[in-house]
């Protein structure tokens, strides 16, 4: 990835399923992310197999606050488990999601 894309990115890695026992940390994660003076951001979720429906909703809400911004919040490194719950909730009609990573740095990439 160049440098220089990575310097216009603000990224978030969570490591760790979303459950009621963490949706407010998770909340207040996610709204540090939307409060950087970036205007792209990345939600990496590799490492997460849960989440919980308070969870997509604090993920909602964190998209359309970003959209206020004239940010643009994507998600990348999704595993299958939370690749179906996006696909249930039509999560990909509000946002864009990516498998890997990278994907989501390469589209990034495309805007420039």
Do not use: C
Not at 17 to 46: G, H, I, M, Q
């Amino acid at each position: 990835m160049d440098n220089s894309l990575k310097d216009k990115v603000e990224q978030l890695n969570w490591k760790t399923d979303v459950t009621l026992k963490n949706v407010e940390e998770f909340r207040r994660a996610l709204l540090k992310l939307t409060d950087s003076e970036k205007t792209k951001l990345v939600l990496e979720l590799t490492e997460v197999s849960y989440l919980n429906s308070a969870a997509l909703g604090v993920i909602a809400d964190a998209v359309l606050r970003a959209g206020r911004a004239d940010k643009e919040l994507l998600i990348g490194g999704v595993q299958a488990t939370v690749g179906e719950i996006f696909e249930i909730v039509h999560f990909r009609t509000l946002m864009k999601i990516f498998p890997d990573i990278g994907e989501a740095y390469a589209y990034f990439e495309g805007e420039e």
